[in-house]
């Protein structure tokens, strides 16, 4: 097969790295043709920074429908996600998008539908998933090593962000600009990785969200959300843009012992006979299974956004295997507006949950905001492309 000619729209922080990989001929099978950005003066930025045959493009749809491109990577303001996902399939066209998939999971729904109905590939960047300690833990609990899931626990706490940082841009931690606060903006990738990783999504919640109670923002900074599994585990995923210093413990434990990911590594307590086994036949008083912590070996080493543009790129040309379908998008963002949900409810909220009482909550907070949403992309990104804020 030919070169796939890509082209990236939303040409911030994200969008300019992924340009720069492609151009540097990191991912085989593939070249940069062509970038988008509503913002005009990023054309002088495309010429000083990109080669001459990359065509700058003002206009998104403009550009799918030009027919000089066979795939797109979608950079752009989180609710623009799907919309432009959308468009895309309908002018026949292969899609990657950024995280998070969207804002509220209706308007991912209809992105996933369309996906299937164009035949096209379709993957998320869900970087964290070439992270060699993520897919040995999703391997040992898959082959049943750590027997079966009882209690999963995340702290990620470590986002910590200023004031200056929000007061950076007006539509940075809006509900009408990001539609969201640290469960958006910093979190899609744990919250993916907490169903990818056990292999299951909980079938119900309760959370408690704190909106400004560290920053002057509009959104949630804080988050400790309990959840329950159909086998009758729990879980606990906590997480904040108001601590330091901050965790990043993720701790699975099952009916054979305890996995925990921390400080960049795997520790396996390994019981030597499974917690039930041992209850049925013990006797005594105090006693517990007999457990070994183990070495496990970690090989490999995380590939990252460019991994995962190559694997794309592969699954387009010879039918490779996605390592993040973009339809599994859906699954953290369900969690995150779970969440809110039950926030905003004050109660319990089964999953899959009631989208469209979630839409309306997301209605008021926007209407009732101080900032409306900028279908510019610059809304989202800042001009500076020096910044590395996320």
Known sequence: MSLIRVAVIGIGNMGAAHARTLVAGEVPGAELVAVCDVRKEMESWVAGNLPASVIYWQDAEQMMASGTIDAVIIATPHYDHPEQAIQAFQHGLHVMIEKPAGVYTKQVRKMNEAAAASGKVFSMMYNQRTNPLYIKLKDLIASGELGEVRRTNWIITNWYRSQSYYDSGGWRATW???????????????????????GMMPVRMRAFCSFGKYR???VE???????????GATGVFVTTTGEAPGTNRFEVNGDRGKIVIEDGKLTFWRLRESEPEFN?????????????????????????HPGLIRNWIDAIRTGATLIAPGEEGIHGLTLSNAMLLSTWTDNWVDLPIDEELFYEHLQERIAASNTKKDKDYSSSRPADLTQTFK
């Open 176 to 198: 009408a600009g990001e539609g969201g606060g640290v469960l958006i903006n910093q979190d899609p990738h744990q919250l993916d990785l907490w169903q990818w990783t056990i």
């Open 216 to 218: 002057n923002i509009e």
């Open 221 to 231: 900074d804080d988050v400790t959300a309990y959840v329950e599994y159909e086998n």
């Open 280 to 304: 049925q036949r013990f006797t005594g008083g105090f006693g517990q299974p007999e457990c070994w912590k183990c070495e496990v070996p970690i090989t490999g080493t995380e590939s990252g």
